[in-house]
């Protein structure tokens, strides 16, 4: 298929040799609109925090995604009552038991690392083994073991497991060397449990930092200052359970605006304003889409070429977001312009291009840097990699002449709810088979 199958993509399903795939023919303008479903990276840390209240949480727009399946798993792994009614999960942690998170659950994702704040602030105790998620490089989780250390907790590691025990935990000022959206997280976590004040320097500003800042509050919780550059917590307090509706999903979003700007065409935005994206935003416009807000609607047209962007470089909010970076590559890669993209979060990003170049993409990496020039794309078949990077070959086959098949999309399932549904719902000739 003109790039290799890595192991994780090899999912059998329905039978020996199986796997479910996007059955894709591009090369026609969208036209349609689509409901943003919850964000992922949101409702995970969320599900992690139901386990510092006493009685039942309820979460609103909780996404069906493999991720959420795998942390409901975790909950219910370790005895807390969970239920799903569509798009609302309520979790009950009253009965649980223990504080180890099995290991097949805990290598699925790499998000499972946030169970460990939440249990070390609710009983002193929490041992699992290293996380799982996208091979995107190294992502190493010292800074939540450090932030955990500096709140009194001890830390063994051994043959592949971590072991953390804190009973008295303790507030302190914590000052991240990086803006680190999980370890901030896990700190704001770790943080409730711990007598005292605790001030987190230089914390990540990501949107959905603020929405674990309301969910916490809505349990009771003093934590303040998320968004800015210093989180305050207030810890020891007896947390109760909360009611709060999960933030839209901002990458999700920039998926669907991304797939208009590849194919062409015009689409509108339903759950979202896009007050997160403006980087995004600003990115299409410059390569000649139109783009408009009205509340709790975001809209997207293109009708002449998608031209080039210049340079970009992603960054920690409210710079570029780094999972939003393979899907414009994606849909500037079909277009007539030139641009360069540099990447300085993860160090393997952009292995996705492989699959673009299959399809006549011309781009070439450098370091950390893709230098882009847009051409006419034609359908082929691909494998993803990656969670983002099965989209960004997705929106790539919208934009492509002739038919492509996307596989991996147990990658894809990870962060997307019916991916190939809302596509379709826009305008897209894409579906979802079966295949050898």
Request: net charge neutral.
């Amino acid at each position: 298929f003109g790039i290799g199958w890595p192991e994780q993509t090899k999912t059998r399903i329905g039978g020996d040799n199986m796997m479910d795939y996007f059955a894709v023919e591009g090369g026609r303008p969208l036209e349609g609109r689509v409901f943003v479903h919850g964000a992922k990276n949101s409702a995970l840390p969320l599900l992690a925090a139901t386990l510092l209240a006493d009685g039942e949480s309820v979460l609103h727009n909780c996404p069906d995604l493999t991720d959420i399946s795998a942390a409901l798993g975790i909950l219910s792994g370790l005895g807390c009552r969970v239920r799903r009614e569509g798009a609302t999960v309520m979790v009950d942690p009253t009965c649980r038991r223990g504080h180890t998170i099995p290991d097949e659950l805990m290598g699925q994702m790499r998000a499972s690392v946030l169970f460990l704040g939440s249990l070390l602030a609710r009983d002193g105790e929490a041992v699992a083994c290293w996380p799982g998620g996208c091979a995107l490089g190294a992502r190493p989780i010292d800074l939540h073991i450090r932030a955990f250390q500096a709140l009194g907790a001890q830390v063994r590691s051994w043959n592949g497991r971590l072991s953390f025990y804190g009973p008295r935990l303790h507030g302190r000022r914590l000052a991240l060397p990086i803006p680190s959206v999980g370890a901030t997280e896990n700190a704001m976590l770790a943080a409730c449990g711990a007598q005292g004040i605790t001030v987190i320097d230089n914390p990540a500003r990501e949107p959905e930092i603020v929405d674990l800042q309301g969910f916490l509050r809505s349990m009771g919780a003093q934590v303040s200052g998320a968004g800015t550059g210093e989180i305050t917590i207030q810890g020891g307090c007896r947390l109760h359970a909360g009611e709060y509706t999960v933030m839209a999903d901002r990458i999700v979003a920039a998926t669907y605006l991304c797939a208009v700007a590849a194919a062409g065409g015009e689409g509108e935005l339903l759950g979202t304003q896009g007050e997160d994206l403006g980087p995004v935003l600003a990115a299409l416009e410059a390569a000649g889409c139109e783009t408009g807000r009205a509340p709790n609607r975001l809209w997207i047209r293109r009708r002449g070429p998608l031209g080039g962007v210049g340079s970009l470089c992603t960054g920690p909010y409210p710079a570029f977001p780094t999972d939003a970076q393979p899907l414009l590559a994606a849909a500037l890669a079909g277009g007539t312009g030139k641009s360069r993209i540099t990447e300085t979060i993860f160090d393997r990003r952009f292995r996705y291009t492989e699959g673009l170049c299959a399809m006549g993409a011309a781009i070439q990496v450098e370091g950390d840097t893709a230098y882009i020039l847009g051409r006419p794309l034609h359908g082929a078949q691909v494998a993803a990699t990656d969670l983002r990077g099965g989209a960004a070959l997705t929106v790539a086959a919208l934009g492509a002449q002739g038919p492509s098949r996307i596989w991996g999309l147990d990658h894809v399932d990870r962060g997307y709810e019916g991916l190939e549904t809302a596509l379709a719902a826009l305008g897209g000739n894409i579906r979802r088979e079966t295949g050898p």
